[in-house]
């Protein structure tokens, strides 16, 4: 198995790693978590447990995912890179490459079976039914002062497709309306948000919260909509997610979770949301909704609740949207093979802004790759594209702005365009549609009416930079703040290139 079994199994794994503290003095779910956790996050700090939580006898945990480091301790990896090449294989994107190949695939695929969810008969979550189910025995953080109520946010979402019966897992925000009323607040792009226009009459909802930390990321995964989301975190886990019947609607929940919260939402039955202070570091204001009616709650003896807090980034769902950045890479690259890298920078909150770097071949290949990325999932929604060549550094911001204000002739190198935007966008006049706009910042050709013959970066040779490397320790030069990063490199030569184009190709 990859990383921690289950919650339990993951606070001890952090505990022991010294990524954990307890804070046994009580603590004010109202704003209060907020701003201790904030603190740790934007100073690297470490998860939080809550043991002693105002008005509920629920520790709260959080800031789990807050640190590069802890995702990986999470996923059980030793790159997200890595993890991402498994994933393209999982979601058969890489055409199998000869017998070695093809023998390989043959593996995956039984690991493919292996990973499918296993149904179990009895689980921890349900170790306790309660007599009575409320939210009100839940420590629900209000996060920021102006949101419209409490809100359960670091939550696996799971629905039916009405259709093929699919399951499909989100993580979606959950506003506490009453003390049996959540509001769910899947955006009209997503798969559960599919899954509610597409049917009609009442749709059962399950809410899982607590799960082992890769079943909890995988909620939040951009996958295609027929792709279970258990299946994936079964692949990412190498151990299946184990999932049992709920008990008064006919959903399966994971078994290991700390506590379930069982209900259904009718079609057509709308309430307003929010406002809630989000990821895009402002309110998102008020808008309908479906809402979800409690019919159970079930949980472990002494459950934990987890949380998270999004706001001003960056925040902790950075190291959660990083994780998924690196993960897709290999998938993004499968249908545009000429993407060397791309990042989505924390302070572009993720759907604002993609720098995409590319093996440029052809007159307009940078036009083209913007309109592919406004075309591909979840990306669809970025609103700025930003085009480099393939030797740039796209987490280099500051070589990208180099690159952009360099090579950039806004009368000609701009692509405006329109289309669905993030719901969460309050600068488009409408909600979820608006313009984009791309940057061509690579080197212009003469097919694209360049004509004044394009310069070359000044560079050092490289034997002039080996015989200063031989010499550098004489010199007796310190460098204080060198991180060997703001030199251009040269650029690839044809079929080859940096690091980061080694580390694609290998295998
Ligand atoms: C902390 C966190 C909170 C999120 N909240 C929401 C939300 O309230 N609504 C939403 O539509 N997406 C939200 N997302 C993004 C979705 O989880 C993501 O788009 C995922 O792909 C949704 O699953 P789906 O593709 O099966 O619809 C959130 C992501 C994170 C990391
Ligand atoms: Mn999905």
Same mark, same amino acid.
């Given at each position: 198995m990859n990383g921690p079994r289950d919650l339990r199994d993951w606070i001890?794994?952090?505990?022991?790693?010294?990524?954990?503290?307890?804070?046994?003095?009580?603590?004010?779910? #109202?704003? =209060? &978590?907020?701003? &201790?956790?904030?603190? +740790?996050?934007?100073?690297?700090?470490?998860?939080?447990?809550? !043991?002693?939580? /105002?008005?509920?006898?629920?520790?709260?945990?959080?800031?789990?995912?807050? !640190?590069?480091?802890?995702?990986?301790?999470?996923?059980?990896?030793?790159?997200?890179?890595? &993890?991402?090449? =498994?994933? +393209?294989?999982?979601?058969?994107?890489?055409?199998?490459?000869?017998?070695?190949?093809?023998? /390989?695939?043959?593996?995956?695929?039984?690991?493919?079976?292996?990973?499918?969810?296993?149904?179990?008969?009895? +689980?921890? *979550?349900?170790?306790?039914?309660?007599?009575?189910?409320?939210?009100?025995?839940?420590?629900?953080?209000? *996060? $920021?002062?102006?949101?419209?109520?409490?809100?359960? !946010?670091?939550?696996?979402?799971?629905? /039916? %497709?009405?259709?093929?019966?699919?399951?499909?897992?989100?993580?979606?925000?959950?506003?506490?309306?009453?003390?049996?009323?959540?509001?769910? #607040? $899947?955006?009209? #792009?997503? %798969?559960?948000?599919?899954? $509610?226009?597409?049917? +009609?009459?009442?749709?059962?909802?399950?809410?899982?919260?607590?799960?082992?930390?890769?079943?909890?990321? *995988?909620?939040?995964?951009?996958?295609?909509?027929?792709?279970?989301?258990?299946?994936?975190?079964?692949?990412?886990? %190498?151990?299946?997610?184990?999932?049992?019947?709920?008990? !008064?609607?006919?959903?399966?929940?994971?078994?290991?979770?700390?506590?379930? &919260?069982?209900?259904? *939402?009718?079609?057509?039955?709308?309430?307003?949301?929010?406002?809630?202070?989000d990821h895009t570091g402002y309110y998102t204001p008020v808008d309908d909704f479906p809402v979800m009616h409690i019919t159970a709650i079930t949980s472990r003896r002494d459950p934990i609740y987890p949380t998270i807090v999004v706001g001003p980034p960056p925040c902790e769902d950075l190291w959660l949207a990083k994780a998924t950045e690196r993960i897709f890479l290999p998938a993004v690259r499968m249908t545009l093979p000429e993407v060397v890298d791309y990042d989505l920078p924390a302070a572009g909150t993720f759907h604002n802004c993609a720098i995409v770097s590319i093996r440029k071949r052809f007159p307009g290949h940078a036009q083209k790759v913007m309109n592919a990325i406004w075309g591909t999932g979840l990306l669809s929604l970025t609103k700025a594209v930003i085009i480099v060549d393939d030797w740039v550094d796209v987490h280099d911001y500051t070589e990208v702005v180099w690159q952009m204000g360099a090579n950039i002739d806004p009368a000609h190198d701009i692509l405006m365009s329109y289309g669905p935007l993030d719901q969460l966008d309050h600068a488009a006049r409408l909600k979820a549609i608006g313009g984009k706009i791309g940057f061509d910042a690579t080197a212009k050709w003469e097919g694209e009416g360049y004509t004044r013959g394009w310069p070359e970066v000044n560079r050092i040779p490289d034997d002039v930079k080996a015989a200063v490397d031989a010499r550098w320790a004489e010199l007796g030069i310190p460098l204080p703040g060198f991180e060997g990063r703001h030199t251009p490199r040269p650029p690839a030569a044809p079929g080859g290139g940096g690091g980061m184009l080694a580390r694609l190709r290998r295998g």
């Open positions: 001890d794994m952090l505990r022991r790693a010294g990524e954990l503290v307890e804070v046994t003095q009580e603590v004010d779910p #109202h704003l =209060e &978590i907020t701003e &201790i956790a904030d603190r +740790a996050m934007k100073g690297g700090g470490p998860a939080l447990l809550f !043991t002693n939580v /105002k008005g509920s006898r629920v520790p709260v945990l959080i800031n789990q995912f807050g !640190t590069e480091r802890r995702m990986l301790m999470a996923l059980g990896a030793d790159s997200l890179d890595a &993890i991402g090449d =498994e994933i +393209a294989d999982l979601l058969e994107l890489r055409p199998p490459d000869g017998l070695a190949d093809k023998v /390989k695939k043959l593996g995956q695929l039984k690991s493919v079976a292996d990973a499918r969810p296993k149904v179990v008969r009895s +689980a921890p *979550c349900q170790e306790v039914v309660w007599p009575e189910p409320s939210l009100d025995l839940l420590p629900v953080l209000t *996060c $920021w002062p102006d949101d419209g109520g409490p809100y359960v !946010t670091l939550a696996n979402v799971i629905t /039916k %497709d009405p259709v093929t019966g699919g399951r499909n897992v989100g993580m979606y925000r959950l506003q506490k309306h009453s003390a049996t009323e959540l509001g769910l #607040h $899947w955006q009209i #792009h997503k %798969d559960a948000a599919q899954d $509610w226009t597409e049917g +009609a009459g009442r749709m059962e909802v399950a809410i899982a919260l607590g799960t082992d930390p890769t079943t909890t990321y *995988c909620g939040s995964m951009p996958l295609p909509k027929h792709v279970d989301e258990y299946m994936v975190a079964g692949w990412l886990r %190498d151990a299946p997610v184990e999932v049992v019947p709920a008990k !008064t609607i006919d959903v399966e929940v994971p078994a290991n979770a700390e506590i379930v &919260i069982e209900g259904y *939402c009718e079609r057509g039955e709308l309430r307003p949301e929010g406002p809630f202070g």
